[in-house]
């Protein structure tokens, strides 16, 4: 476990979302991090998002919603991190299928 600002990172699977999710009385929000590390350039944003499989997340035919939040000084915005992010979310949605 470790914990950052106003957060607690920790490993689990999905039992453990739904049993906090059910006996946490403190939390605001419970979030499933994907991937974690640090970007070079704002083309890096998309292409590491691509290569996660949403598959166990997102169910076939629902939406999603994307909310991006950065820290630090850059040249790119909160949103622009969001719609890259999200475009990346479609794409490798569509390539899984594809596979799939």
Known sequence: MEQGREKIFFDG???????????????LKLLILCVRG?????????????????????????????????????EFTSMDVAGEVGQAVIDSVKKQGEIG
């Open 38 to 74: 640090r970007i070079h350039n704002f083309d890096d944003i998309y292409n590491i998002s691509k290569e996660i499989d949403y598959s166990q997340y997102i169910p076939a035919g629902k939406t999603f919603g994307v909310t991006g939040a950065r820290h630090g000084d850059h």
């Open 13 to 27: 699977n999905s039992f453990d979302i739904y049993k906090i999710n059910l006996l946490s009385r403190s939390i």
